[in-house]
């Protein structure tokens, strides 16, 4: 018989009761040191004590009222947003899918309220990862994910990620725009290089098309500034973000320049839950924190320290591992052994991490993460990658 809870995931046999920083608590009393950060999203670690107070006060006022009146937190949270980054104007939502599509529907609007209505084609990138509606599944372009959906959302040509010939070759007279991740993260930790994300912004410019980011993933601090495309000293004129843009209170967001954002009139586009007062609290104690001087100057030592760590182990385990991959707080150990393997050998060790494409094993904890935690991590890495020798099996089985 199906299990009430709908089993459309693979879950780990592990139940958490609750979490204080980088560690999660589980009922039976065991610890774990959680480097997964529910998939890059607890940005703050768990029960951190701004972000309660924030949410426990908000809710004794009022939770949610609807986008039918004005919500001074969304307010707040969107003018700090826009005096952060390159946005002029900033939709909520409730999900990274949600954004995504609100990004594509801005871009296809903006085109066709300047008089190009057949621009409506995207091109998105192999590998990607952009959501599991149905438009952002044709986004994503993985056969596996669209098996069996019905006829594919029309409008996404894929290339292969870090090609500037294929992207121009796709090209056309359909094409509104590109859709990119400055750094794939489900597609095996892959950062676009700076070069590529530079060459997308002019490629854009000369062909009259919108530059849209996913930075759903590695947005919100996890590079090391506000949104990972900042390194590569670039402007989009639209990007997404979500997962730990509240830290771990379900939101979205989509910050546009005014030129694709004004074509969005009332009426065109919305959400009941986004934006609401809740989530907005959660975001602006979020903000409160990144937005702290020296803090995302600390992700960006941090990752680098982290970095510099794991490339000890990768030289030290050559049976296990081949490179090490990523941005600041979002780094990927590629394996030689299945990626599963050596995943649960560190669940074994008490540190959770996540799987990515390519066989990747992903790091990204929250961004709060101390050197105490980090040292203690890179100790648990070591350990699992010991148990997952392939000399080390044969030899077990002899
Ligand atoms: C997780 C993710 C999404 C989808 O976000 P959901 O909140 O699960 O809908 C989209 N894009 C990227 C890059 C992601 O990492």
Redesign the pocket.
């Given at each position: 018989m199906i299990a009430a809870l709908m089993p459309t995931y693979n879950r780990a046999d592990l139940a958490f009761e609750r979490g204080e920083g980088c560690w999660l608590y589980t009922g039976d009393g065991r610890r774990f040191l959680d480097f997964g950060a529910g998939?890059a999203t607890s940005s703050l670690g768990h029960n951190n004590p701004h972000l309660v107070a924030a949410i426990a006060e908000q809710a004794g006022k009022v939770m949610h009222v609807s986008n039918l009146y004005r919500v001074p937190g969304a307010e707040k949270l969107a003018a700090r947003l826009v005096a952060a980054t390159f946005a002029d104007s900033v939709f909520f939502c409730n999900?990274?899918?949600?954004a995504?599509e609100g990004m594509v529907k801005m871009m296809r609007r903006a085109m066709a309220e300047t008089g190009r209505p057949e621009r409506f084609r995207i091109i998105c990138f192999d590998g990607a990862?952009?959501?599991?509606t149905l438009a952002m599944l044709a986004a994503t372009g993985n056969a596996k994910y669209l098996q069996g959906f019905g006829p594919t959302v029309e409008g996404f040509d894929h290339v292969p990620f870090e090609n500037m010939n294929a992207v121009r070759d796709a090209i056309g007279p359909n094409t509104a725009g590109i859709l990119v991740?400055p750094v794939q993260?489900?597609g095996g930790v892959r950062p676009a290089s700076l070069r590529f994300l530079q060459e997308l912004r002019a490629t854009c410019d000369e062909y009259g098309l919108f530059l849209g980011l996913?930075e759903?993933?590695c947005g919100m601090g996890r590079t090391g500034k506000l949104f990972a495309h900042e390194w590569a000293g670039i402007e989009p004129d639209v990007i997404s973000a979500?997962?730990g843009i509240a830290g771990g209170f379900p939101m979205?967001a989509v910050l546009a320049r005014e030129a694709v954002a004004r074509h969005l009139v009332a009426g065109t586009h919305g959400t009941t839950f986004g934006g609401n007062p809740l989530a907005c609290a959660a975001a602006n104690a979020v903000l409160d924190v990144v937005l702290e001087p020296g803090f995302l100057e600390g992700v960006d030592r941090r990752g680098r320290t982290l970095w510099r760590e794991l490339e000890k182990v990768v030289q030290d385990e050559p049976e296990v591992f081949s490179d090490v991959r990523g941005a600041g707080l979002i780094l990927g150990l590629k394996c030689k052994v299945p990626n599963t393997e050596v995943q649960n050998a560190f669940t074994a060790e008490g540190l959770l991490t996540v799987g990515a494409g390519d066989n990747v094993v992903r790091l990204v904890p929250p961004l709060v993460v101390t050197d105490d935690d980090i040292a203690t991590a890179v100790e648990m890495v070591r350990r699992g990658a010991r148990r997952c020798r392939p000399s080390l099996s044969q030899a077990a089985a002899k």
């Open positions: 998939i999900s990274g899918a949600e995504n990862f952009h959501g599991r991740e993260g489900e996913d759903v993933q979500a997962k979205g």
